[in-house]
């Protein structure tokens, strides 16, 4: 049924029980206005403690509590200024207030930078002798761990001070980049059957899913044909980032640039190897999707710039925000009903914003950082299958800040980036599996399937093929190899030519894919992207064991929620039954893609789809 509020621009005509209720947090601006003030002036209480932290246990405890609770209300205060100015990004009192915000959170950190340095001084064994004199130290264990490990990497202090300073140039390569291709770079302009069309990114992912073959294939040539044509510039800026890396790497002893990045959670690089290596190593199951791929779309060869255009048709399904709630609930259910409550309270006590506006922020996110209050969700909800899903995936978001929250005091409640997106794809999971469970017409079968799979080929397979990249162009540099342009290029062809098959005839991958590294913004993210890749294979296994009613799977699973950042993401995960050190998470994942193309081929057997 289509939704009457998701064409209503005017915030004011839309039910209340549809926008957030920011009151917990602050009843109002003034309230914020004073509470920012005394703030302000609390904020170098901190730097009493300077100085001080070697010498007693309840000194490192007392700057270790005043620290958390500066830094939760801190986080109290930004959260509103942030929510408030993503409500209306017109309004400059908001976004004042918010700039104002980053302006004090970088005043607190200059102010309690003693602090790492400080402890990272101190002997490991008085560490250990402070717990186990004073037992309220005990909560910290962890966040001194962190800061204790990273000995090894630290500097003196005068050589600490040159690399500060050296990180103002560190972010020149990621800058360069971005402006250069988000202001400057002359995008193409092509004629298409819609009209002449200037292919910038959001163009060319529209365009690159066109039904006509000659209209995407021509889309593709245009669009990686000019980028190849700024290759020089675009290898220069990459070289110079994975430079960037390399210095870092070598001037804080870390063995490769790989080792460097995984640190920062302590991910064991095996976990990034195995990824690659387990990818490559399932490529018959990755063949067997590009093989259906092209029976579906009834071709004799699949090109590559035939991976996008849509393998069924398009269902237009509508929705109303309250049939995708409760839809979202129902699909929930396997996780128990205390998860439900919750999951309740979310929708009907106001933590939704639901609908676009103008002014609202776009895009869709979920804020667990309010930690005495709950999380929040911001949507734009326009009533589509795609919205449903979101609203899943920013739920499992909140109810693993909320039960992180919950259960750990504050300086252990932020979950890392490595487990964040578990919680999110797992509800995903669940509500696919529900409404397959529910939906008997064969062309939504088909096409919730086939969503799912050609997501699955974005997100495991795709980031795991530029981790790859990522990775041989680091190893490259530290080997001494020049990187240009040109042997981006090659490298970057070799790769996916590798990943698609095209020694077995499974895709052709034409000789425009040589620039399409220089696409992807997310190369300046330090080994970021193969974190999509093992957050969805990890919740896939999860989410396997839970519908098959595995004893335990549901509460160890909520385990894994419930302990926020209390240890590092690998163990964290392993406790949930996963070990991403292991092979087996990637092997469900496989033979759950197996599963879904068995059924894919069935009902396209049965509609007429298929020979
Ligand atoms: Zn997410």
Redesign the pocket.
């Known amino acids: 049924m289509p939704d009457p509020y998701v064409k209503e621009r005017d915030r004011s005509r839309i039910p209340e029980r549809f926008q957030w209720d920011l009151s917990p947090v602050y009843a109002g601006d003034d309230t914020w206005e004073a509470a920012k003030r005394k703030m302000r002036a609390e904020l170098p209480s901190i730097a009493s403690w300077a100085g001080k932290l070697a010498e007693s246990p309840e000194q490192l405890l007392g700057c270790l509590e005043h620290h958390s609770l500066l830094h939760k209300e801190l986080t109290r205060l930004a959260c509103y200024a942030g929510m408030k100015s993503d409500l209306d990004t017109r309004e400059s009192r908001y976004t004042a207030m918010d700039q104002e915000m980053s302006r004090l959170a970088s005043d607190f950190s200059t102010l309690a930078s003693f602090i790492e340095p400080e402890i990272l001084r101190m002997d490991p064994a008085r560490i250990e002798e402070f717990l186990a004199r004073e037992p309220r130290l005990g909560a910290y264990r962890h966040v001194l761990d962190d800061i204790v490990r990273n000995r090894p990497h630290t500097l003196g202090e005068s050589e600490e001070k040159i690399l500060a300073t050296a990180g103002l140039m560190a972010d020149a390569p990621a800058t360069i980049n971005s402006i250069f291709t988000n202001a400057d770079f002359p995008y193409p302009e092509i004629t298409l059957e819609e009209g002449t069309v200037r292919l910038d990114p959001a163009a060319f992912n529209l365009h690159r899913r066109s039904r006509d073959r000659e209209s995407r294939k021509k889309v593709f040539a245009a669009y990686l044909g000019k980028m190849h044509e700024f290759r020089r510039t675009f290898g220069a800026q990459l070289a110079a980032e994975v430079r960037k890396n390399m210095f870092f790497s070598r001037t804080r002893s870390f063995g490769s640039c790989l080792e460097r990045a995984l640190n920062r959670h302590n991910i064991p690089v095996a976990v990034y190897r195995n990824l690659i290596a387990g990818v490559r190593a399932h490529h018959r199951t990755f063949y067997r999707y590009l093989d259906l791929r092209r029976r579906l779309l009834g071709l004799d060869t699949l090109h590559y710039y035939d991976l996008y255009a849509p393998i069924v048709a398009d269902l237009d399904l509508d929705y109303t925000y309250d049939e995708a709630a409760a839809l979202v609930l129902e699909s929930l259910a396997p996780l128990g009903p205390e998860y439900a409550q919750v999951a309740r309270r979310a929708l009907s006590e106001r933590w939704i914003d639901v609908y676009p506006n103008d002014g609202k922020r776009s895009g869709a996110y979920s804020n667990g950082s309010v930690y005495d209050v709950h999380p929040y969700i911001l949507l734009n909800f326009n009533g589509k299958h795609d919205d449903v899903s979101t609203l899943a995936?920013?739920l499992g978001?909140t109810m693993h800040s909320y039960l992180a929250n919950q259960s750990q005091p504050y300086a252990l409640s932020h979950y890392s980036i490595f487990v964040?997106?578990v919680a999110?794809t797992f509800n995903e999971a669940l509500l696919l599996n529900s409404m397959l469970e529910r939906e008997t017409r064969d062309e939504v079968r088909l096409s919730l399937l086939g969503n799912y799979l050609d997501n699955a080929r974005a997100t495991v397979f795709r980031q795991t093929q530029f981790a790859e990249f990522e990775l041989r162009i680091h190893e490259l540099a530290e080997g001494g190899e020049a990187l240009t342009g040109d042997t981006l290029g090659e490298l970057y062809a070799a790769i996916v030519r590798e990943y698609y098959g095209q020694e077995v005839g499974a895709c052709v991958v034409d000789d425009d894919v040589k620039a399409e590294w220089a696409y992807v913004p997310h190369f300046y993210y330090n080994f970021y992207v193969y974190q999509y890749a093992t957050s969805f294979i990890a919740s896939t296994a999860l989410s396997e064991r839970v519908l098959a009613g595995e004893a335990g799977a549901v509460e160890s699973y909520l385990e894994l929620l419930s302990a926020g950042g209390s240890d590092y993401p690998i163990p964290l995960m392993a406790r949930a039954g996963v070990d991403m050190t292991s092979s087996e998470p990637l092997k469900a994942m496989m033979a759950r893609l197996g599963r879904v193309m068995d059924e894919i081929e069935e009902i396209a057997l049965r509609l007429g789809k298929l020979k």
């Open positions: 995936h920013e978001h964040a997106e999110s």
